[in-house]
């Protein structure tokens, strides 16, 4: 598959150092796939230094990758198969975001950030499990999942104390059922990062933690349609490292550990 795209921006100020819009435009070739011109437009809203706005747009393509298409992986803990009649992913993406700095003192900061998401995606490209009757199922599949919409809201802090750095968040996402197809559902997510720099041996220490909620599972129907009518149990995820960079910084060292 030949793929080839180019991209332009332009940055207009709007009202001086305040409003800032920025108008871009992607257009490829795909020899596999029709690629339309896709628009976007993004605006940055300053009215003052602590307070910052944010609004996108943008319209998405995204041809079906050749692993999606023909990779077999298969293993004793896998049995991953492409699918050569994919279709092209399209998509309308919309974002609305404010952040707010509430306290800063030289290298550190405290920082609050409020994101809001609508994702309108046609023929999008998932992974779906197709023995769903089996609940360790390795059977999997990308398939089209013909029309959905979503909805994401996340809530961010993000802060730096001396040698301490740490991230938290909290997003909710909300995909709008389809009659006849499935009911919506609402599914949560818990983030956690914590860093703390040792400056004198010059060492890393890095946790991060992340908790996905219940969800719907995609299986697929007798015409081997995804559907969610299968169900995921939330699960939580843990992963600790130390860093360590020698010759300076020519060699890095990480060792580590995940659940």
């Not at 919409?149 to 730096?160: K, P, V």
């Not at 740490?166 to 389809?178: E, H, P, V």
Request: contains cysteine; glycine residues 8%.
């Amino acid at each position: 598959i030949q793929y080839y795209a180019i991209y332009a921006n332009a940055s207009v100020p709007v009202l001086k150092d305040k409003l800032v819009a920025q108008l871009g435009g992607r257009d490829a070739y795909n020899s596999s796939y029709h690629a339309p011109v896709t628009p976007s437009v993004n605006i940055l809203y300053t009215p003052i230094s602590k307070f910052q706005f944010r609004a996108s747009y943008t319209q998405g393509f995204r041809a079906p990758a050749l692993k999606e298409m023909y990779l077999s992986f298969v293993d004793a803990q896998h049995n991953l198969k492409g699918n050569p009649d994919l279709k092209a992913e399209k998509s309308d993406n919309y974002q609305l975001s404010g952040s707010y700095q509430a306290w800063e003192q030289g290298r550190n900061y405290l920082q609050f950030i409020v994101t809001g998401y609508y994702n309108n995606v046609y023929n999008g490209i998932v992974l779906v499990n197709i023995d769903p009757t089996n609940p360790n199922s390795v059977n999997y599949q990308y398939r089209n999942f013909d029309h959905m919409e979503n909805a994401i809201g996340n809530f961010q802090a993000d802060g730096q104390l001396n040698n301490f750095h740490f991230q938290a968040g909290y997003a909710y996402t909300y995909t709008l059922g389809r009659t006849g197809i499935f009911s919506a559902y609402g599914a949560s997510e818990v983030t956690a990062t914590l860093q703390y720099t040792f400056r004198k041996p010059a060492l890393n220490v890095n946790l991060m933690y992340k908790y996905n909620g219940p969800r719907p599972m995609i299986t697929p129907d007798i015409t081997g349609a995804p559907l969610f009518d299968g169900h995921a149990a939330g699960y939580q995820i843990c992963d600790g490292s130390i860093e360590k960079k020698f010759f300076n910084n020519r060699l890095q060292i990480i060792a580590g550990g995940k659940n």
